[in-house]
């Protein structure tokens, strides 16, 4: 089945620690996204990227880093500079950007504790 | 931000009605689209309307698009219990990503 698939679906984290979301696609897009939800909130864009070995930051990049080696890969760091790390972690892709229809995974629930 | 609004908030109808829920954006775009969330899961692409169109339709939904009031609407018509859930509006921005808006939470009563 083609599809994005994020990992793991629920995620707990002690304060201090850096955690990474992971987020795979075989849709053979070039571009993915990261984005957080918090209760009852619409999403906000952490990072995107456009092409492979290229991302760019979005509204909320502070205490969050990513990398795109790999067309299918997108992981997200949670590092311990987010302050108020817990939410919903929502990974898109697309064909290419703004202009096409993006394809979400299930999502990651990332809890501190 | 370019980040849309929607309205209402919540909404909650009873089944085989209408349902309409609006989306107010800030800049100028070249599409806007819907999307549907289920509580706890990802979201699912409903329609997509180019800046060029006024009104497209897909099954029981129907959106419209005003460019001159920066607004679109959602009508979902005769209203199915599965078809609870929140939905979102989603702009481009200048530099390829997409904007979200803050959600209409449905609730259709059996």
């Not at chain 1, 492979?52 to 502070?62: P, R, S, T, Y």
């Not at chain 2, 460019?67 to 609407?73: F, R």
């Not at chain 2, 609870?84 to 997409?98: H, K, N």
Request: proline share 3%; charged share 20%.
């Amino acid at each position: 089945d083609g599809g994005i698939t994020q990992s793991p679906k629920y995620l707990f984290r002690k304060e201090g620690q850096n955690v990474t979301l992971s987020c795979e696609q075989n849709l053979n897009h070039d571009a993915m996204y990261w984005y957080r939800q918090d209760p009852g909130q619409g999403l906000r864009l952490i990072y995107y990227s456009q092409i492979v070995n290229d991302f760019q930051k979005g509204d909320i990049a502070e205490g969050y880093s990513v990398s795109r080696e790999k067309k299918e890969s997108f992981p997200l760091t949670v590092t311990s500079a987010q302050k108020n790390p817990t939410a919903f972690y929502l990974c898109a892709s697309s064909i290419d950007t703004g202009n096409t229809e993006a394809f979400f995974g299930q999502g990651t629930r990332l809890t501190v504790v | 931000s370019q980040q849309g609004e929607e309205d209402p908030q919540a909404l909650s109808i009873q089944e085989g009605e209408n349902a309409t829920m609006n989306c107010s954006y800030k800049t100028s775009i070249n599409n806007l689209q819907w999307y549907r969330q289920n509580s706890g899961r990802g979201l699912v692409h409903l329609i997509l309307i180019r800046s060029n169109e006024r009104e497209k339709h897909s099954g029981r939904l129907r959106v419209t698009l005003d460019t001159s009031k920066k607004s679109s609407s959602l009508l979902i018509t005769a209203s199915r219990a599965a078809d609870t859930a929140s939905y979102f509006c989603a702009t481009d921005a200048a530099r390829g990503q997409f904007y979200f808006g803050t959600g209409t939470s449905l609730t259709v009563i059996p």
